[in-house]
């Protein structure tokens, strides 16, 4: 079976900014490169290859820790091996010795989104820096104009986008996210959330995630976590 094209599957909606002035960066969360794979490629398999000393993390000659990650295709095919480093939240390398658990997992994501463009071109316009194209628009078309013996009536106000609902993907996706952060930054967050929304100090933030608003809240909330 052919090795899937995933160019042009990612549209704005699913780019988000992270840092500021020269260290702004675009970049698509984990959860979402993952669901685009299961969508679009769900017979493929994402595996990370053993160290010659055991675990995943191999040691480079200078003393700095990677990962091996590849493919596993529905033939039981696999693809190339790609090599990508453990890095601190500068993007420098981490020395083999200091790579912690939670710096294992991060390279795991961070590895899974790399090798998705390498192999399947998925998320490519980021790492290429081209632009990311919009989603298809699905509203109707405009109704003809009408004769001005009728005057037109008034447009009703748009609705504010901020108070769309979200879908079930959008909405599974941010809680995957908060799964992710360890408590300590996590708990700040829900904080953050029920002030900002007005809800009590012991509400359940989860079942409180319904609109775009909420969603851009702790996107923005957790991206600088």
Not at 36 to 60: N, Q, S, Y
Not at 86 to 98: A, H
Not at 108 to 122: K, M
Not at 184 to 198: G, V
Request: aromatic letters at 8%.
């Amino acid at each position: 079976m052919p090795t899937p094209n995933l160019a042009g599957v990612i549209k704005k909606d699913d780019v988000f900014r992270k840092g500021t002035g020269s260290y702004a960066a675009d970049y698509v969360s984990w959860a979402r490169i993952a669901n685009h794979l299961h969508t679009h490629a769900p017979e493929w398999e994402f595996a990370l290859r053993e160290a010659p000393e055991g675990g995943h993390v191999w040691k480079a000659p200078d003393g700095t820790g990677y990962v091996v990650s590849y493919f596993i295709g529905p033939d039981r095919q696999f693809t190339p091996d790609f090599v990508f480093p453990c890095q601190d939240n500068r993007n420098q390398p981490i020395p083999f010795e200091k790579v912690s658990c939670r710096t294992l997992t991060d390279t795991h994501r961070r590895a899974l989104c790399a090798n998705a463009a390498f192999t399947f071109s998925l998320g490519y316009e980021l790492w290429a820096k081209e632009e990311v194209e919009a989603a298809t628009s699905t509203d109707p078309a405009p109704a003809p104009a009408k004769t001005k013996a009728k005057p037109e009536p008034k447009p009703e106000p748009a609705a504010d986008p901020a108070d769309q609902p979200l879908t079930q993907d959008d909405r599974k996706l941010i809680l995957a996210l908060m799964k992710d952060l360890p408590t300590d930054k996590l708990q700040p967050i829900l904080n953050q959330f029920r002030e900002a929304f007005s809800l009590p100090a012991d509400a359940k933030v989860s079942a409180h995630i319904t609109t775009q608003a909420h969603a851009a809240m702790l996107r923005s909330a957790l991206e600088a976590a």
